[in-house]
């Protein structure tokens, strides 16, 4: 990829409040920050931001566009095409609406109804279109993102002579629309039922949807058949809003705001370390395009709503994260409270001291402590396992084996914050993104899991600095930048995006850089996000960067409550009868999934939003009952205890039931192959620890973002730690304080993933024969069996275990295809294609199933993106909008993928009308 001149570069000199660059002479290639660096060049061999062909992409945009683009957003596809054939957009959720760019215009649904996969295993919200709305004539090549905001996005499209541009977001119930060269047009997927018709404004019902349309004053819908447009007199203005309702007085609402467009929203958070209470305010800004109305409708999420006093109306929406409630009014706040974290557990455990210290010598002085690890991942990995060695040894006395794992960690960490070396970090001007090479799981080409990899090197750094604020003086910089690249909290900072892997009205963070799935993007590690925010929490404190730690808190605290909410369903409000699990491994745009990418193993499903268990996972002991059901239902489902991931497995146990964990430890400890970022030290350090101490204990607070509070039946243990250099005294909510010592931690006992583990390899295909040719002739809407191809190319067929049973097509790749003749789609169009799909694909790989009609080299009508779904026979049924078709075609089913392994299996298909 073209990299921009050099001179937009310069040196880096990372205060604790602010990242600011003086100019670099032309052509440099290399920029300090600290004692270290980066690169501005690709490394020999390497890629950056690319396709699902391996095409370098830019970010597509319009002239408009000045700063750098936000991948790993819910609506990214706009900005990142992941796949050559479609230069408009994934399925993007906003929430309530869901939307998809199309050359015609804006898709709009309202996905209310929860769809269920056969095996309970998955749900989703699909976006289903209700309508589109455009401009007449409008035929774009493409969808180009114009401008955004912190949670909205305006796509733009153009044809030469028409154009639209539309503003879009989360909680918006209203679409803003302003189109140019033509009539504004509302195109129905039917014939909508019209219950209120007042001139420039319709009240109407589409898919049992109800929808306000509202053209400016003085002029008229005028609706042929599915089409309603309007000349606008013009005015260059329209909007449609999704309804709660089909009453004249919710319609009269919402056309009171109907012509106040969001033209921006913002986030801001202030977290008040006396109180321990972290305060957000949310934001729209808005212009009246009539009158002078300049309020507006948000809809809230159930994390905000249940922490918000501004008030609400009756009003509600569905959602796959619960309830919204409606807002009347153009900001509202939350307040949450931070119950703290810490840099490890005191020594308080009644371990066997020799038997903790050999543990620790076990990994310090390891062959290869780094255990194989090249990328900037697994050394993540890595880096957090002896990190939280550190600190136990310190406790032990051990000085040697203590200052052994600082230099490991020195070391490492230097390695990779300077420039020119064999791992090392390169910033790409073109899309604002700070990569380490090697990368791993799409960190290059796709812009993935930048927080997940991050928070380790976050943690590590912080780590040092406790014991070597020299060192930091010189290398906490880079880490800091790493930090700015996943989440930039300053505005100012122009080379990154804001809060890249953060959506801040969500309350979760999105990994996928592209977000090129039908499902929408996806978060499957929620406790990686955690450790990114402890990391910033830590670092900044330990580094007097008190802007970075408040970053670190604002992440910490609201990612804690979405997890509650929408990983783990706290209160049994969020996830849809039939869903049959009472916690999710990954959520999507559109639902959320009892899966990871990798495996369908139990113990990885409920682990992978646990690891790396550290200080900062304390989180997880503010909801124990809920820690209980979810390893009760992770026993059930294992067949028993666990097995692979017992350690982590424990020490999330521990959270909730210490005295349940020790015994566990007591009895398996001599077995126990601990997971990759674990180590036998620190399970049983942290094990040993909360069986002294207890549970954390949710009703108290402290005026440090380093304490904690533990109760073990009627008594409270009171834990803090002071980066600082002189001593003070913590205060708790309760009254209690405590006197901590400089850069020490105190107790009043007053005593002296993974979610990307190494990718399962393709199956080997066993031979099986091909199936006799069908005579065709077969309707569009019946269940079509993959198996009953006319023609095919690098496929195999197998026994399905599939509902039903019979056979599926399988060790589906790139490039290979099936053939179906005669399939006749009758005189109504068909425009949704729904197939029942699985894929046990490797963490990283996935592909697209696409729809050709008559040639194999025709354009797609439809395609949707598909990963790992749990395994090669779980099986999920996916939907995809097609172009409208009629009669008798040639169906070509056709596998695109950037990798050359099998990525899908194919059981049926079918096509409908919606």
């Known amino acids: 990829m073209p990299l921009r001149p050099a001179t937009t570069l310069g040196l880096a000199v990372l205060t604790a409040l602010t990242l600011s660059l003086p100019a670099l002479p032309a052509g440099a290639a290399t920029v300090p920050v600290g004692a270290g660096g980066y690169t501005t060049d690709l490394p020999a061999g390497a890629s950056g ?19 750098k683009v936000p991948t790993n957003d819910w609506w990214s596809s706009l900005a990142f ?17 869901a939307f998809h760019a199309v050359a015609g215009g804006l898709e709009v649904s309202y996905p209310g109804t929860p769809l269920i996969s056969s095996d309970g295993r998955q749900y989703e919200f699909p976006h289903a279109r209700d309508l589109t709305l455009g401009v007449t004539g409008l035929n774009s090549p493409d969808t180009k993102v114009d401008d955004w905001s912190d949670w909205t996005v305006t796509p733009y499209w153009s044809d030469g002579a028409r154009s639209l541009k539309a503003v879009i977001g989360h909680g918006l119930p209203y679409v803003y629309a302003t189109p140019s060269g033509g009539d504004a047009r509302v195109a129905f997927v039917a014939t909508p039922a019209v219950w209120a018709d007042r001139g420039n404004v319709l009240g109407v019902t589409v898919n049992g949807h109800h929808y306000g ?19 606008l007199g013009g005015k260059n203005y329209f909007s449609v809003a999704v309804l709660p309702d089909a009453s004249a007085s919710t319609l009269d609402l919402f056309a009171k705001y109907a012509f106040s467009f969001v033209t921006g929203t913002r986030v801001t958070w202030s977290y008040d370390e006396a109180s321990a209470r972290l305060t957000t305010t949310y934001t729209a800004t808005t212009t009246a395009k009539e009158g002078t109305q300049t309020g507006t409708l948000l809809a809230l999420y159930r994390h905000q709503w249940l922490a918000t006093s501004s008030p609400l109306t009756s009003y509600t929406y569905v959602s796959p994260r619960g309830t919204m409630k409606l807002r009347e009014g153009t900001s509202f706040s939350t307040v ?43 050394t993540g990995k890595a880096l957090g396992r002896l990190a939280q060695l550190v600190p136990i040894a310190d406790q032990l006395g051990d000085t040697a084996s203590r200052d052994r794992l600082l230099g490991l960690l020195k070391g490492e960490l230097e390695s990779w914050f300077t420039a020119g070396g064999a791992e090392q970090f390169r910033y790409d001007s073109t899309w604002g993104v700070l990569t380490g090479y090697p990368a791993s799981y799409g960190s290059d080409t796709e812009v993935n899991d930048h927080h997940f990899h991050y928070g380790y090197y976050l943690m590590a750094a912080a780590t040092v600095a406790r014991y070597d604020s020299a060192w930091a003086a010189n290398w906490a910089p880079m880490a800091k930048l790493l930090a700015a690249d996943a989440n930039n909290w300053d505005r100012s900072e122009t080379r990154f995006p804001f ?21 929408g993007n996806n978060e499957e590690s929620s406790s990686e996000a955690m450790n990114f925010a402890t990391g910033a929490i830590l670092l900044g404190a330990a580094t007097g960067d008190t802007a970075l730690r408040d970053l670190g808190v604002y992440l910490y605290t609201t990612q804690s409550s979405a997890i509650a909410q929408y990983w783990f369903d706290k209160d049994d409000a969020v996830f849809p009868a039939g869903f049959g699990h009472d916690t999710a491994g990954m959520i999507w745009g559109s639902g959320a999934a009892y899966s990871t990418w990798w495996t369908a193993n139990p113990e990885e499903i409920h682990g992978i939003n646990v690891l790396p268990v550290t200080g900062g996972s304390l989180y997880h002991g503010l909801y124990q009952a809920d820690v209980k059901r979810n390893l009760s239902e992770m026993e059930a489902n294992n067949g028993g205890p666990a097995v692979e991931w017992k350690d982590v497995i424990w020490e999330f146990r521990a959270l909730a039931d210490p005295a349940a964990a020790k015994s566990a430890w007591d009895a398996g400890y001599t077995t126990l192959a601990p997971e990759s970022g674990e180590s036998l030290a620190h399970v049983y350090h942290w094990i040993y620890n909360l069986a002294r101490m207890g549970t ?12 904690a509070v533990f109760v073990n039946g009627s008594t409270r243990t009171y834990v803090a730690h002071n980066f600082g250099s002189s001593a003070r005294v913590v205060t708790f909510s309760d009254g209690r304080t405590l006197t901590v010592p400089a850069r020490s931690t105190a107790t009043s006992a007053g005593a002296s993933p993974s979610p990307s583990p190494s990718p399962s390899p393709s199956p080997s295909p066993s031979p ?13 809407r019946s269940t079509i069996q993959a198996e009953a191809y006319q023609a095919q190319s690098g496929t195999q067929v197998e026994t ?25 789609f009758g005189s109504t169009a068909a425009r949704q294609f729904r197939a029942r799909v699985a894929s046990g694909a490797a963490g990283g790989v996935s592909g697209l199933v696409q729809v050709r009609l008559d040639s194999l080299t025709a354009a797609p009508i439809g395609d949707f993106a598909v990963g790992n779904t749990g395994g090669w026979q779980s099986w999920q049924t996916i939907p995809a909008n097609v172009t409208g078709v009629t009669g008798r075609h040639t169906v070509y089913i056709t596998f695109s993928s950037g990798q050359p392994a099998d990525f899908v299996n194919l059981n049926w298909f079918t096509f409908a009308t919606s």
């Open 336 to 378: 949450q409270t931070f119950h703290g974290v810490l840099p490890s557990l005191p020594d308080l455990g009644a371990y066997d001291r020799t038997r903790l210290g050999n543990y620790v010598r076990q990994e310090a002085n390891a062959a290869d402590p780094w255990k194989g690890a090249t990328d900037t991942y697994w």
């Open 800 to 824: 399905t275990q599939d509902t039903g049973g019979g056979q599926n097509v399988a060790y589906i790749s790139n490039g290979d295809w099936l053939r179906y003749d005669n399939v006749d």
């Open 49 to 67: 931001p690319a396709n699902s062909d391996g095409t370098p992409v830019t970010p597509k945009v319009t002239s408009n566009v000045t700063r």
């Open 768 to 780: 099986s024969p091909s199936p006799s040719p069908s005579p065709g002739g077969v309707d569009a």
């Open 81 to 97: 095409q992941r796949y050559a054939g479609n230069p408009y957009s994934e399925n993007m959720y906003g929430h309530p609406l």
């Open 213 to 231: 349309i509202f053209g400016p004053s003085g002029t008229d819908w005028n609706l042929s058949g599915t089409v309603a447009t309007d000349a």
């Open 696 to 707: 954390v204990d949710p009703g108290v607070t402290a005026d440090s973002p380093t304490a």
């Open 499 to 519: 809060l890249r892997n953060f959506d801040p009205y969500a309350g979760n963070g999105w990994a996928s850089g592209h977000q090129g799935f039908a499902a």
